[in-house]
């Protein structure tokens, strides 16, 4: 930690080594009264030569400083509103304020932004890719998970995982918050028609948590600017069941804004599981053909209350509590056909089982911020304590048919849990001048999760404990981070410097004594961005970060569910992190009619975490785990987006990469090398009266490793929405997994045994949603909670 004292006692000195000169201060409102953020601010000394360029705030002002004594034009400039230019004269070493700059909306301007808007639906900024999701007509229903299956570099598995670039290594985030979203379950909550933008920051800077070695999705969520009440009512119905009714409540005056959100969820889901397992290959064959039938039933309810008070001009305290219950229902059925040479039947086996889950996650968090008289300069402080608490029990019957009938012990298991999880971190954005600023901040968590889980078989009249499974795990976690940041720009030119150290504590115990593991590891995260800016519409980037891949809480409990006779997946204790240096080279150009970005990307990683699948002595097959040497990935990707007319959208993206893996772990090799693919093709009518359809194709190839390949998985989208009553009320139809194409099959060979698995964990589902607004705009929403720490 010696390095990140040293930088910030450097870079927190720099700033008063900057040479003070005059200062340039306004504020830009839209008439009569109401402040513009992100205008273009320019100062020339003549028609060629720019001095300074800045952009308001989200209050309207801006501020240029160091400007040397002369005569100068000043212009306010922003798509939809009329350019204003006017002389301004500065003296040395003084202060000269222009007042408030009242920009008018150009009418026709206005007209063509409304034809175009689509174009600007990708950007490159300094440090990520910002796609604008809130037009399409998918993105009006369903959850957010269906929503990021849109977003280009993203995808989301049927089961719920979500990859970057193929990578299910991804940290998510809302509002530049931490996310549940890959355990299924937190933005399951969160309507698609909350967001406004997606982030997709393959290589973030050094503000942001260094987790996630495939990068980061940040999902900006839409916010209300407007007095006096608002709200909105979401009504779904969906086949099969799917019950969603959420209502948003918001109230803002001058000081004060209230809001609030209650979520209703009733869903079924359908699924099917299929397993063709051959064993003994090198001596007497066996094989099993197996099925599952999955049925599904989950409630949610969502609570979400809290209050925005601004104290003064530069102080607000935000306070908010978030609940959210979920009581979920499954029933599955098993079937397995075990047979032997020449397919001879020799025993077959049914297994019913019936579980039943409750979760309930609350959150409590608070926010400070306080603004300064000079523009940009900002200071944070973040509250956020997290607490929840979860049950599940299975109950599994088991009987034989063949060759005898008979009825095996009942099976039940219990897991508890429960975690408190307490976040603090503050930032400071300090200014240095109009083209330079740096940023620090500091942040700790502390993380206690206890789980308790036990499998019972029933013997006569008593129960008796499976394979002496009885744990009582106790999981802590501190992590204490620094980071300091640096950034500047020229006329073309911008650029950032950052370092971020991180200091991690973890304690695994089993309460019973029988297993203890503490591990610490320190690390600094050294993160650069640099970007060009040819003209308006072409830009050039490149970035490099290091990054960490912690892993989760699933991938370390000793212990799961054992709801399969024939396979299991057990945690590893003893994993450990990887580690990635991620470097890239994106480049942006945007025509009337098309955008074109291409990307190139070059990742290495180090303590790669791999299942591992073995059979064990008693013919089980075990999956668990590992961290093995290396993987080393470097891909083409490329993203276009064409507008032949106002009326068709056409999107497509292809990510080509190539990936090489090293390792061993016990008898077992790891090295593969691949090529694989996704893409993504898809197109959008808007017609008269304001009737859209959109349809979504996406691909994502064929991959391997050196046990399992998986094979290509396609899947199509669809959806229709037409708008009523002056924009207040939008009907939007949509089917998800249309023609139950989304079916995922794999092959995983050994020496002796062969799997061959195919998933479908969920069949087709259509929708029908109505959205009513009151006194809100297409991109306003209520308030929308933020999500956990950690997942």
């Known amino acids: 930690m010696k390095q990140i004292i040293l930088i910030f006692v450097v870079l927190i000195t720099a700033q008063y080594c900057f040479a003070q000169g005059s200062e340039i201060t306004g504020t830009v409102h839209e008439k009569p009264a109401l402040p513009i953020p992100y205008v273009t601010v320019i100062l020339k000394e003549n028609q060629e030569k720019q001095l300074a360029v800045v952009i308001t705030d989200s209050k309207g002002m801006f501020r240029m400083e160091n400007i040397p004594a002369g005569n100068y034009h000043i212009s306010y400039s922003l798509m939809g509103f009329k350019t204003i230019n006017q002389p301004v004269e500065v003296s040395s070493g003084t202060s000269v304020k222009v007042g408030t700059i009242l920009l008018e909306p150009d009418a026709k301007l206005l007209e063509e932004v409304s034809m175009t808007s689509q174009r600007a639906s990708v950007s490159l900024k300094l440090d990520k890719k910002v796609f604008e999701v809130g037009k399409d007509v ?8 269906d929503l990021l299956n849109m977003v280009p570099s993203v995808s989301v598995s049927p089961i719920g995982a979500v990859s970057l670039r193929g990578n299910t290594n991804v940290l998510v985030l809302i509002d530049g918050r931490r996310t549940g979203l890959t355990q299924g379950n937190a933005l399951e909550q969160v309507p698609a028609d909350q967001v406004e933008r997606v982030e997709v920051i393959t290589n973030p800077s050094s503000r942001f948590d260094a987790g996630g070695s495939a990068g980061i999705i940040n999902i900006i969520l839409k916010k209300n600017k407007k007095s006096g009440f608002s709200g909105q009512l979401r009504v779904v119905g969906g086949i099969p069941n799917e019950t969603r009714l959420s209502p948003s409540i918001n109230y803002k005056s001058n000081k004060l804004n209230l809001f609030g959100t209650y979520g209703l969820r009733l869903s079924d889901y359908v699924g099917l599981y299929t397993m063709q397992q051959s064993t003994g290959l090198l001596d007497t064959p066996v094989y099993l053909n197996q099925r599952q039938d999955e049925d599904r039933h989950d409630d949610a309810r969502l609570l979400y209350l809290g209050a925005d008070y601004q104290i003064n001009d530069h102080n607000t305290l935000t306070v908010a509590f978030l609940r959210n219950a979920t009581n979920d229902h499954d029933k599955t059925s098993l079937n397995y056909l075990y047979s032997g040479k020449n397919d001879m039947i020799d025993s077959s086996l049914i297994r019913k089982g019936e579980s039943w889950e409750k979760r ?148 695994i115990k089993d309460l019973k004594g029988s297993y203890t593991n503490d591990k610490n590891y320190n690390r600094l995260f050294p993160t650069f961005n640099i970007s060009y800016r040819f003209n308006e519409g072409t830009t050039l980037q490149g970035s490099y970060s290091k990054r960490i891949n912690r892993p989760s809480l699933y991938m370390i409990y000793p212990f799961n569910e054992l709801t399969d006779l024939s396979t299991r997946y057990v945690g590893n204790p003893d994993l450990n992190p990887s580690y990635a240096d991620v470097f890239e080279v994106a480049f942006l150009r945007n025509w009337k009619t098309l955008t074109f970005n291409p990307a190139f990307y070059y990742q290495q990683n180090r303590g790669v975490i791999e299942d591992y699948t073995y059979r064990n002595a008693n013919g089980l097959f075990i999956s668990m785990p590992v961290n093995i040497d290396k993987e080393i990935r470097q891909g083409f990707e490329l993203s ?63 991959n391997a490793t050196a046990q399992t390949r998986n094979n290509a998985l396609h899947s199509i989208d669809f959806g229709c929405s037409k708008t009523f009553l002056k924009d207040k009320v939008t009907v939007t139809f949509d089917v998800s997994n249309l023609f139950e194409l989304r079916k995922s099959s794999s092959v995983t060979k050994g020496s002796d045994y062969e799997i061959n698995q195919t998933s479908i964990p969920n069949a087709a589902r259509y929708r029908l949603t109505l959205v009513y607004k009151l006194n809100l705009k297409d991109n306003q929403a209520v308030r929308q909670a933020k999500s956990v720490n950690r997942d």
Do not use: C
Request: hydrophobic content about 35%.
């Open 138 to 145: 998918l993105s009006q229903s369903g959850a957010v998970t």
């Open 360 to 507: 309930s996650f609350n959150q409590l968090e608070a926010n400070y911020t306080r603004t300064f008289e000079r523009v940009g300069k900002k200071f944070t402080v973040d509250l956020q304590y997290d607490f929840w608490n979860s049950s599940k029990d299975w109950n599994l019957v088991t009987s034989k048919l063949l060759p005898a009938a008979a009825t095996l012990p009942v099976i039940r298991t219990n897991s508890t849990g429960g975690s408190k999880d307490f976040m603090i971190k503050t930032d400071m954005v300090q200014p240095l001048d109009s083209t330079s600023v740096l940023e620090f901040g500091l942040k700790a968590e502390n993380r206690s999760v206890t789980s308790d889980f036990i499998a019972e078989q029933q013997n006569n009249t008593e129960w008796e404990i499976i394979d002496q499974i009885d744990n009582h795990l106790l999981y802590k976690e501190l992590i204490g981070s620094a980071y300091v940041q640096f950034s500047g720009k020229t006329e073309k030119l911008s650029y950032q410097a950052g370092l971020r150290g991180e200091l991690t504590h973890i304690g």
């Open 640 to 702: 276009l987006l064409y507008n032949p007319v106002k009326w068709l959208q056409v999107n497509t993206e292809l990510n080509l990469f190539h990936y090489a893996k090293q390792g061993t772990y016990h008898t077992q090799s790891f090295d593969y090398s691949g090529n694989t693919l996704t893409a993504r093709l898809s197109a959008q009518l808007k017609l008269k009266n304001k009737l859209a359809f959109q349809a979504v194709y996406n691909l994502r190839g064929a």
